[in-house]
Nanobody
């Protein structure tokens, strides 16, 4: 059964760091576009980062581009979201999603076509608070 699972969330103080993982079970992410999304309480879901390993493409939203990085491991089964300089407004449930053989730049999926990502994880909660 193909599925995605996020891990690495938790409670962190402002200006702290966390690394989230999105692990694929039963398949390789090499030919997929993978996105990270977040949803804070009472707010709409926001796409924050994506990558297409096959095309060596990465994208970070303006709200996080100076603080977050996205990467993939050598086995192409885990995508990471490294988060630095965390702020209280980064508090949200973070989810990863993937689409096989994407026909658009991955940024299109995370900015306005998240419905095109057919595979979603359940999310991991990140809380930034002192």
């Amino acid at each position: 059964q193909v599925q995605l699972a996020e891990s690495g969330g938790g409670l962190v103080q402002p200006e702290g760091s966390l690394r989230l993982s999105c692990t694929a079970s039963g398949f390789s992410l090499g030919s997929y576009a993978i996105g990270w999304f977040r949803q804070a309480p009472g707010k709409e879901r926001e796409g924050v980062a994506c990558m297409s390993p096959k095309d060596d493409i990465t994208f970070l939203a303006d709200s996080v581009k100076d603080r977050f990085t996205i990467s993939i491991d050598d086995t192409k089964t885990t995508v990471y979201l490294q988060m630095e300089g965390l702020k209280p407004e980064d508090t949200a449930v973070y989810s990863c999603a993937a689409v096989r053989s994407p026909f658009m730049h991955c940024s299109a999926y995370v900015t306005y076509y998240s419905a095109g990502m057919g595979l979603w994880g359940k999310g991991t909660l990140v809380t930034v608070s002192s």
